[in-house]
């Protein structure tokens, strides 16, 4: 065999050639090895390795690495460490576990290759497997530097282990690995976990021991923050991070101001929610449709329409642009308050701005047309719909159904109902009390008997609207033992009569000369 030297100089010149002459220089590397003279370079280790990667030479790689600890001849660390990452992208496991059993022989290899693999881990979400390659890293005293803590932390924060977050910090910080302060990187997972447990309050105290080591607070640092004590509706301490990070021209994400909103709405302060919009603009952030739509409806909970229309139009006038979801809730919000002209007028505003295709919307304008007898807009409206691609919810058969049932149009009425059903939409306790009240207005009351039997079947529950209607149904059929029946699933399920119902049940009873039941109903609904 020619000399060592010699002969890994020719090696490493055809792996630096085509596929072919690679695969036969690892053919020469496997007979050479065979020499009890021959000693590979790290130079011909590195080439062999990347060669063998690209041809995704698995169970290759894993014998090569074996000649590592063999020559104990490595490649360089960088390449070790990229090895690692390259085989848990693919999905190697086995293959990552054998290089990082021969990889820990080596002080310097180790514990960037340990890094890498806790990387590759973390960003496949495998949050055990980086714990595993840490403890593994324990047990074999590889001393861990700066990254390899920012891993591990971040493993135990994201399956929720916050103490072993504070513990891991603590033992970084007493370490003192560098005179510099940390980086943020570190602070980030440690605030964020703590935040995420509900331990605000001690995040805040680290914050405060960062800066008073002179390292200065980020954006990021200061949205963990803000959402920590959002969290759990801390609003002075929220308030005061909020203030100092808009101070500091470091309010940049809008969620951070989203959160701010939510939890101003949930505290039932709305007011200030319109001060979270001129923060906004002062920061040059897009107030967005997710947070214009959350102020639009914290009015409208917390206020109602009248001031939740009022809010809208005042922030339009401040130049917000609202999307699908602002336009459906206003729109909404219109109907309620009986601002019909409004309605139709933003809603074509919204189709105008390409907004075409929203459910929720076309909800309300059908109910909208339901309330006004406008029955042929209402039609129109849905045909529009369908032609766009979008297909009627159960609130839309519900508010057409219920408009053809005024009119006494059955044939209609049937054929929404038999669409609905065609197309999987599950009928609701509206959808069986509008077309049962329909039967019942045109005196089909068989067929109301019938759409009742098939609403307790499936698990519906009686209430007053559902009665009044039944009771009458079973009265005029005569149909006393289902009558009481009635009463008694009412009375079992906590539905309180009414007087007009109490008096209905009580007539039919006496008319029927069923005494015993008059008295029945008597002791268990008068007064109720």
């Excluded at 107030?287 to 639009?296: G, H, K, P, Q």
């Excluded at 309300?364 to 209402?378: F, N, P, Q």
Aim: proline share 2%.
């Amino acid at each position: 065999m020619p000399d060592s030297k010699d002969f890994n100089t020719f090696l490493c010149g055809l792996l630096q050639q085509d596929s072919q002459t690679q695969q036969l220089a690892y053919e020469y590397y496997k007979k050479a090895k065979e020499s009890p003279g021959f000693r590979p370079h790290n130079t011909t280790l590195k080439l062999l390795i990347r060669y063998l990667v690209r041809s995704k030479k698995w169970d290759s790689i894993v014998s090569v690495s074996d000649d590592f600890k063999t020559y104990n001849v490595f490649p360089d660390a960088f390449t070790c460490s990229k090895l690692i990452a390259t085989c848990v992208r693919a999905r190697k496991f086995r293959v990552v576990n054998s290089l990082l059993d021969v990889f820990k022989l080596d002080d310097e290899k180790a514990m960037l290759a340990f890094d890498s693999a806790m990387r590759g881990y973390n960003k496949l979400h495998m949050y055990t497997s980086t714990i595993t390659v840490y403890q593994r890293m324990k047990s074999a005293q590889i001393v861990l530097d700066f990254g390899c803590y920012c891993q591990i932390m971040e493993a135990y924060n994201k399956i929720g282990d916050t103490d072993k977050v504070v513990k891991l910090f603590l033992e970084f910080e007493t370490r003192k690995l560098d005179s510099t302060p940390f980086p943020n990187q570190m602070y980030r997972i440690l605030f964020e976990s703590l935040g995420k447990s509900g331990r605000a309050f001690e995040a805040r105290k680290f914050f405060r021991d960062m800066t008073r080591k002179g390292t200065s607070g980020d954006s990021s640092m200061y949205a963990s923050l803000i959402f920590s004590f959002a969290s759990i509706r801390e609003v002075k301490e929220a308030e005061e991070l909020f203030k100092e990070a808009a101070e500091k021209r470091l309010l940049r994400d809008p969620e951070v101001f989203l959160k701010v909103v939510l939890m101003y709405i949930e505290q039932g302060l709305v007011e200030k929610t319109l001060e979270i919009v001129v923060a906004m603009k002062d920061a040059k952030v897009k107030v967005s449709d997710c947070i214009l739509c959350a102020i639009v409806n914290g009015f409208s909970k917390r206020r109602g329409y009248w001031a939740a229309v009022k809010v809208y139009e005042q922030l339009i006038s401040q130049d917000c642009i609202p999307g699908q979801v602002t336009y459906a809730s206003i729109i909404n919000a219109y109907c309620r308050i009986g601002l019909y002209s409004k309605a139709e007028m933003v809603f074509q505003e919204m189709e105008t701005m390409g907004f075409d295709k929203c459910v929720v919307a076309y909800s309300s304008m059908v109910a909208m047309y339901g309330k006004t007898a406008r029955l042929r807009d209402a039609m129109r409206l849905v045909a529009k719909m369908k032609a766009k691609g979008c297909e009627p919810n159960v609130w839309i058969y519900n508010a057409l159904m219920d408009m053809h049932g005024k009119a006494k149009n059955m044939r209609q009425v049937e054929k929404l109902w038999k669409e609905m059903k065609r197309k999987k939409v599950i009928p609701d306790k509206v959808s069986y009390t509008t077309i049962i009240s329909a039967y019942n207005k045109v005196r089909e009351f068989e067929l109301c008997v019938n759409f009742y039997t098939e609403f307790r079947m499936n698990g519906g529950v009686i209430d007053r609207a559902m009665a009044g209607i039944m009771v009458g149904v079973f009265s005029k059929l005569s149909r006393i033992e289902e009558l009481v029946k009635l009463l008694r699933d009412m009375k079992s399920e906590g539905t309180r009569l009414d007087e007009r119902l109490y008096s209905s049940s009580l007539n039919a009873m006496r008319d029927a000369g069923l005494q015993m039941q008059a008295e029945w109903l008597q002791q268990n609904f008068e007064g109720t």
